[in-house]
């Protein structure tokens, strides 16, 4: 098994699909720090020809919402639970104010999380069909399934090794999304921002977005949250990826397929939000981001626990039918 | 080359970021998932704190004192203030709200010493505030009030407005039809408890001064029916500020553009006195 | 007997009702080159993929070295090496990078193995080459050397010979020949060329219309038992064998034909020779393949 492992990876390093996928991302990467760089120096430059003045020092801005937190904090009719809410927006105001930073410069590392964030639904999603979609059906299309399916290795082996080929690169692409995502804002930002208090942990109860069980966590640990997610949806696109991979004999429909899917589900999310069926479709789901920083959900009732066990079983699904299929499928190649 | 040492190195990395991925993603469905320890521990600490604290810190003329209720402004010692963020002054840099704001203006016209206490939790809804009295943690407080200053609905509108204006309309008189009965709900429960105080509500302003007639058309339609269900009690007095904000956003409103600021709270109150005096 | 190395019994196979392949059975022994010949489109490509467990059979079964396909795949694969319609490889690497892979598939196969199939096939100066910068017939090469890296004890070719120019076809059936003699391989050939089967098999099997039409040796097959003679007066050779033996000839352009034992030969021809006939040419008349083919195939052109 692991020589079969070591097969797959070395055709996959050997296709040099890497290489086009990190050129997509750092030219994606580069436009989108350029874009945020751009926005907030026009922003900046705006409010000022808008208003007249200088921009109010965020510091005053800072300082007044801190009092006025702490005043209302010091009411004693106030729940504990609103009080510890209102304890870790202190905390982290006190941070910004403490360490001199402006809350809403951009940084590379709330730039690499932002990127996550906004590539999520399609893009990254994106670079892994580039990764995962010829794995089987280029073997088919280059006819050398035949010398693979032809050696003293049972089918479900080879795809296995496949898969787990797939896996590992799978999880180093979200690992140099990261990297590249904050080196290359970084050269545009030049803050790392690595340990500004980060607010998560929403919880959602009753269909309302719960603030009282927030936590406060530094950046760098709040990117390693948010790229977890990216991996575990990276992870499920990659199955679904190596079924329909499976499934049809050429990369370029196997591309095509999931690219319709994303792009298709992404409508049927905005048009047909009410139509039930719609929350157990993969592309609603996998925004998984959003739970944690707590913004508006797409279906109303959608929980982390309930995207992240729908994508599960898109994924054990897809992986059945893909060794399934693989198993009987006969070769005519 | 490939054998020795690129493979063996793909794969340590590959299995340690997978561990941390799978550290990371178990950690994130740990901590938005509501019924997990965490978030249990820390909301299991409060309900004892609120359950003590207004009782310890309730003070002792509270006790004793409800006996008859003169409508008159001067016989009004103690004043509770429940409902939203605009109830607890968020924005007033000042940082009086304008039921500190009201109680100024009062005492220009007397000396007497007056009671005042805020319950209002910021971001509150209309059935949060319903909870909240329903705990009955707050009933000695409304018990013993002479005028009670209820400030609610902003923020049930206000989730309105992030949807699109299709979705928005049809779910208006869903959210107006539960406010109304979470008002009264309220409303029941303080009269319950005190068939005698004065009561005043707060009407809604527009904080985004939209040109969008329907949407303006919306907020006087809730105003308007606030003050109808205001009007079955004859104590019970509706405050309108609609008309009072309009024409000055910008100088009634606080840096975040939605709450008032220390000028916008001075309005309310004065709107207060005006009513009730 | 040497034992049977592939044994194909009453192998079937149906795709949407239709049924392409009808009870196949044929086996070959060790160190034996079988032909399985037949027209395009007869079955032949069918059959072997079912035999290297590209397709699953909807009836009967394949073993090989005593291993059923159905029951022992792993066993019964490690036994086969394989072409099936063209050396298809990993064009984006080099052939021994090609090899190497394979190599790692199969348990126990060493650098050595490898190198060894290289030289075999003749492939030393530019096995590090990419694949796809190959002719035709290196990945020929190659294709036969990564059907032999794990020292199977079958060899499947098929149509290997499809694509490439004289000199190759005689370069590979060389390899191919040294191959089965040198280390007693046995080999299953496919083909739709009858002097391919011809130069290259000991026996043969024909497919039709996905039927084993026969099964028999190269020799069996080609003997016919007729003899052929060219002599300068054939009108009085006939008159003559005729009279002193009964043999019933057939005359055509100065050739006589009758069906002989082979014994009863020397006499004849020495009669013929004290009688004062010349002859110029005697032979075992050799039904060509073709012939054969056609007349068991129903006359359908085959080419």
Redesign the interface.
């Known amino acids: 098994m692991t020589a079969l492992t070591r097969n797959e990876l070395l055709k996959m390093l050997l296709k040099k699909k890497m290489l086009l996928i990190l050129f997509f991302l750092l030219i994606f990467v580069s436009l989108f720090s350029y874009g945020q760089q751009y926005a907030y120096e026009r922003n900046l430059e705006q409010f000022e020809a808008e208003t007249g003045e200088e921009l109010p020092d965020w510091r005053d801005l800072a300082d007044r919402r801190l009092d006025d937190l702490e005043s209302r904090r010091a009411n004693e009719s106030i729940p504990e639970n609103v009080r510890t809410s209102f304890d870790r927006e202190i905390q982290q105001l006190t941070y910004f104010i403490e360490n001199d930073i402006n809350p809403i410069t951009p940084t590379a590392f709330s730039f690499n999380t932002e990127f996550a964030e906004q590539g999520i639904v399609l893009f990254i999603p994106l670079l892994v069909i580039i990764l995962a979609a010829d794995l089987v059906s280029g073997e088919f299309s280059n006819r050398t399934v035949k010398i693979l399916l032809t050696r003293a290795v049972p089918r479900w082996k080879i795809l296995l090794s496949k898969f787990l080929a797939l896996f590992m690169m799978t999880t180093i692409l979200v690992f140099l999304v990261a990297v590249l995502s904050t080196l290359v804002s970084f050269l545009f930002f030049g803050e790392w921002g690595i340990n500004e208090p980060v607010l998560t942990g929403f919880t959602l109860s009753e269909g309302t977005l719960m603030s009282d069980s927030t936590i406060l966590i530094s950046r760098w640990r709040y990117t390693i949250l948010i790229y977890s997610l990216v991996w575990f949806v990276s992870i499920v696109i990659a199955s679904i990826t190596l079924m329909v991979s499976v499934l049809v004999d050429s990369s370029s429909s196997a591309i095509g397929i999931l690219m319709a899917a994303l792009i298709g589900g992404q409508f049927l999310q905005f048009f047909l939000a009410d139509w039930e069926l719609v929350q157990y479709f993969f592309v609603t789901n996998l925004d998984l981001p959003r739970y944690l920083t707590g913004s508006f959900q797409p279906v109303e009732g959608m929980t982390l626990t309930f995207s992240i066990l729908t994508l599960a079983v898109w994924a054990v699904l897809s992986l059945i039918i893909g060794f399934v299929q693989f198993s009987r499928r006969d070769v005519l190649v | 080359m490939?054998?020795k040492i690129?493979?063996p190195v793909?794969?340590l990395?590959?299995?340690l970021?997978?561990l941390?991925?799978?550290?990371?993603?178990v950690?994130?469905?740990f901590?938005?998932?509501?019924d997990d320890e965490?978030?249990v521990d820390?909301?299991a600490?409060?309900?004892d704190?609120?359950t003590e604290?207004?009782i310890a810190?309730m003070p002792e003329e509270a006790i004793g004192e409800r006996s008859v209720i003169d409508p008159n402004p001067e016989e009004w010692e103690t004043v509770l203030v429940m409902g939203d963020s605009l109830g607890?002054g968020?924005?007033?840099?000042d940082?009086l709200g304008f039921d500190q704001r009201y109680l100024e203006l009062l005492s220009q016209d007397d000396s007497l010493e007056r009671e005042l206490?805020?319950?209002s939790?910021?971001?509150f809804v209309s059935s949060q505030l319903a909870d909240q009295l329903d705990t009955g943690e707050?009933d000695l407080?409304i018990e013993t009030a002479d005028l009670i200053l209820i400030s609610i609905g902003g923020n049930d509108l206000n989730r309105l407005y992030?949807q699109d204006n299709e979705t928005m309309i049809a779910e208006f008189d869903e959210t107006l039809s539960a406010f109304l009965s979470n008002l009264e709900s309220v409303l029941t429960t303080i009269r319950s408890l005190n068939p005698e105080a004065q009561l005043a509500l707060i009407g809604l302003y527009d904080p985004y001064n939209l040109e969008d007639q329907e949407i303006n058309r919306l907020l006087l339609e809730w105003n308007h029916a606030s003050r109808l269900a205001a009007s079955a009690d004859a104590r019970l007095a509706y405050i309108p500020t609609y008309e009072a904000f309009q024409y000055h956003l910008a100088d009634y409103l606080s840096?975040d553009l939605f709450h008032p600021n220390g000028a916008g709270y001075q309005t309310i109150a004065e709107s207060l006195y005006q009513v009730l005096n | 007997m040497k034992s049977s190395v592939l044994k194909v019994s009453h192998l079937a196979k149906k795709i949407k009702k239709l049924q392409i392949i009808h009870d196949v059975s044929f086996d070959i022994r060790e160190g034996e080159i079988l032909g399985f010949l037949g027209p395009n489109g007869s079955g032949k490509t069918t059959t072997l993929r079912m035999i290297v467990g590209l397709s699953k059979p909807t009836g009967g079964d394949v073993t090989i070295c005593g291993h059923s396909l159905k029951t022992d795949y792993v066993k019964a694969m490690s036994n086969v090496g394989c072409i099936i319609e063209g050396p298809d490889l990993y064009g984006y690497m080099s052939g021994y990078k090609n090899l190497e892979l394979l190599a790692n598939m199969s348990e126990g196969v060493t650098k050595q193995d490898i190198d060894d199939a290289v030289t075999l096939v003749g492939m030393e100066k530019r096995i590090h080459d990419k694949v796809d910068v190959y002719s035709m017939g290196m990945k020929q090469r190659v294709g036969l050397a990564q059907a032999l890296i794990h020292k199977p004890r079958l060899l499947i070719l098929d149509e290997p010979t499809n694509g490439l120019d004289p000199q190759g076809i005689h370069e590979f059936r060389e390899i191919v020949k040294k191959l089965a003699r040198e280390t007693g391989i046995s080999v299953l050939v496919s083909s739709h060329l009858i002097s391919e089967v011809q130069l290259m098999c000991d026996r043969v099997s024909i497919i039709n219309k996905g039927r084993i039409i026969k099964n028999a040796s190269v020799e069996e097959l080609v003997s016919t038992g007729q003899v052929v003679w060219t002599v300068d007066q054939p009108l009085k050779a006939q008159t003559f064998l005729k009279e002193r033996f009964a043999l019933d000839t057939v005359l055509e352009h100065q050739t006589l034909t009758a069906l002989v034992g082979v014994d009863r030969l020397p006499g004849i021809n020495r009669t013929l020779v004290e009688e004062g006939f010349k002859i110029t040419y005697v032979d075992n008349k050799k039904q060509t393949l073709e012939n054969l083919f056609l007349s068991l195939t129903d006359n359908k052109s085959i080419q």
């Open positions: 490939y054998k690129i493979w793909i794969v990395i590959a299995s970021l997978a941390i991925f799978l550290s990371g993603f950690y994130s469905v901590i938005t998932t509501g965490l978030p820390e909301q600490v409060p309900t704190d609120t604290e207004p810190g607890s968020v924005g007033d840099e940082g206490t805020n319950i939790v910021p971001g707050y407080d992030f840096d």
